[in-house]
């Protein structure tokens, strides 16, 4: 076992990892951050990307040992500062761009760190952006739209039931 | 103007906040005190004699607690099947047993054999590594028709054939079908396989046992659409624990998509487990293993024969399917490729005479059973194409030919033993041409043209029965349950609701939908109801979420338990004004005499009934909590066009979605924004099985498409943005809300657009011999059909 050390969501921890724990395992036995979700065992299906030094990274992929020292975000600290839902978060509920919330933690860090890259993207772009996220639920019609929406884009003709201002 | 609250607004999801805030509470991110992990040892090999497991070497591995083998079960009973049907000579079907763990033999890759316990899951999946498994091989049986042979290997050996059950609908139809065969004037025949799926709900399967040694009272943490029916099956059939021992707790659950109705053998392990260990164990699925171990779905091989008359009126419809079962029967398995699809043979067509038969078989792979849409996208699938290709053939426009077979009198019984209560087609695909912009496809084809690609449009209609399912007549049909929901409404003193429902939530957003409807009743903000499911210690028995039939069976047990409420509160809101009951109106949360300024708020009448101190006591009694049980007289219809546009890469086959447009008729909506989305999905689900998804399992029995690397689920990038339409509303006239339900429509109206469109696009470019390929149109496969 080694001690590794690093800043999740702006707190310093620490705790004991074998070499095989994987950042995944870390976020949610080590610290009960149970947010960060495993869908898969290929490195496929995106519902475990968090952002390690700001670059969105597939936990399940990384080893708890190689970000030694990093910055680590996940799903619980996207949330502004007073508690509400960031930018991001406030457009997937608006837009219903999450159904069963399983591959959402993923898709949502992977959604801003695209928006952090290219700050207005176009619907082609995101859906390229979105290779590595998989979803079962929404058919990915609303989350697309949800990230549109946060960039700031008009999404008022993709689909009428969205809102109720839309309709 | 849209309504901003109540039945029909587009009201924002609550369940949304836990979820993009990492607070959901999913089963695997519930850890009990003292909690071991499980890790299973599974076949590796699709058929074999399974002539010894030593355990020695792994029982001393570092951690581990204890091995189970199928010895420790020994006292234990298999897991049920919940549907018999019969055959088409009266007999009943083979049904093999089914332990939860392997005895004697194993029959497909992933069955469990032992379950390895140990203090933390990657020392279980060490030692598990470790457990030495003694299998002859035995030759597997993957092909259903190779497995019907004289001679074939057999998958259980105390069956006297691979044959579950040989299946004719309507079986009195049959010389009458025929005979129409014989004299029609044109026939249409189509050959096509329904390829396997994989359900891929995106949260892997997860079960955590517990057991209280001072209660004796065991506690069944699981992914789990319909937590009562898994307590009732584990409990009754397998450990035999009486249901009020046995907990089964469904906390928020990713995705089901069917995969998640079955009670499975990990929850009776981990179970039986932490009662011997007296400590809690907690079993995680990969992925991986779930590809060998959640059943799959379709995996149909079909010969349909429409006949018609001279001007295009349907005559018959003869059809000959062979249904995989997989190696055993899974838990509704049985009834999926007979009554939720030989029901459906005749779409939203007058067609006679219908004849539909099925031949359910055993093979080396893993159990098959319901996947969204169960049995109703098969017939969807077969009928729209037949339709297709025959419209070809005598030379119609395939939307006119649709429209002139469309039934257009409601109720209509079909000759597949349904009644359709109400639908109008004509809307629906009128609607969809609308939406679809199918005026403008020729000058989309141009364009398409120009850049060197083809292009082709695909329309289709169909219908599916929902709302599953009225008790009476299921039980006629085989079923080994009664199809009912349950629902209890509890007013606190404050006027605040907590509504218990037995239907389950693992997506569909019920947590919004529902409290909008109590709220329109009552007429109280929906921030005042909470609603509660997904556990049986404090649900009102319930048969869960699947075949779209969460509000059309379950809000419809909510609605007479709320209108008991009602009807309770308007007697003190009576006694409270000293009027008479009858003259008691409640309207936006007040209760008023007819025809005065006396009026009570909702919150005085639900105080009065927990502070009954001015109450009429000799009347009623005190408090304000009802229950009501809910049983369907018919099932619902939802129906709808649907219209897919293609392109196809003439060099490379490669096919892409370019629009997709559905008009569907759910009847009345709750929540529009919610069902958009509940569409959006199963058309996403549709397109992965007409392009990209299948399920290959090579010569041995061993799954190919095994991990998402290899099995190619839709992508962001795979499908275009959808227009949806539901304003074509024939409401529902059996149940209270007019609701159809809407859950599996995508996935079984999209699969047949998106095939006639590649099929179109290849005819428009003169390809005519082309005129079905199989799913999934893989660029191989497309690209092969145009090589001729």
Known sequence: MTRVTMTVNGKAVSGEVEGRTLLSQFLREGLGLTGTHIGCDTSQCGACVVHVNGQDVKSCTTFALECEGAEIRTIEGMANPDGSLSTIQQAFQDHHGLQCGFCTPGMVMTASALLAKSPTPSEAEIRHYLEGNICRCTGYHNIVKAILAASGQDVSHLGHGDAVAAE | MPKDHGIGASSKRREDVRFLTGRGRYTDDINLQGQAHACFVRSQVAHGRLNGVNTDAAAGMPGVIRVFTAADFEGVGGLPCGWQVTDRHGAPMQEPGHPVLATGKVRHVGDPIALVVAETYDQARDAAEAVVVDIEELEPVLDMKAALADGAPKVHD????????????????????????????????????????????????????????????????????????????????????????????????????????????????VTFAAKQLRRPVKWTCTRSESFVTDAQGRDHVTKIELALDAEGHFQAIRTETYANMGAYLSTFAPSIPTWLHGTLMAGNYKTPLIYVNVKAVFTNTVPVDAYRGAGRPEATFQLERVIDKAAREIGMDPVELRRKNFITEFPYATPVAVEYDT?????????????????????????????????GLGINCYIEACGIAPSHLVGQLGARAGLYESATVRVNATGGLVVMTGSHSHGQGHETSFAQVVADMIGIPENMIEIVHGDTANTPMGMGT?????????????????????????????????ASPEDIELKDGRFTVAGTDKSVAWGDVTLAAYVPHNYPLDEIEPGLEETAFYDPNNFTYPAGAYACEVEVDPETGKVTVERFAAADDFGNIVNPMIVDGQVHGGIAQGIGQALLETTTYDEYGQLLSGSYMDYAMPRASDVPFYAVDHSCQTPCTHNPLGVKGCGEAGAIGSPPAVVNAVVDALQRAGMTHIT?????????????AMQG
């Open chain 2, 158 to 269: 105390d069956l006297t054939s691979n044959l579950c059950y040989d299946w004719g609908f309507v079986e009195e139809n049959r010389e009458a079908v025929n005979k129409a065969f014989e004299t029609a004037h044109h026939v249409t025949t189509l050959d096509l396989v329904n390829q396997r799926l994989v359900p891929n709900a995106m949260e892997p399967r997860v079960a955590i046992g517990d057991y209280n040694f001072a209660t004796d009272d065991s506690t069944l943490y699981t992914t789990s659409q319909n937590p009562h029916v898994i307590r009732l099956l584990m409990g009754a059939f397998v450990l035999g624990i009486p249901e009020h021992k046995l907990r089964v707790v469904a906390p928020d659950v990713g995705g089901g998509f069917g995969s998640k109705i079955f009670h499975y053998a990990e929850e009776a392990a």
């Open chain 2, 423 to 455: 639908g109008d087609y004509n809307a629906t695909l009128d609607k969809l041409l609308e939406i679809a912009d199918v005026a403008g496809f020729e000058a989309r084809l141009a364009e398409s043209k120009a850049r060197g690609k083809l292009r």
């Open chain 2, 546 to 578: 699947y075949g779209s039939r969460s509000l059309a069976v379950g809000g419809s047990a909510m609605v007479k338990a709320t209108n008991k409420i009602i009807a309770k509160a308007r007697k003190i809101a009576a006694h409270l004004m000293e």
């Open chain 2, 772 to 784: 079905h390929i199989d799913m999934p149109l893989t660029p191989s496969r497309v690209w092969a």
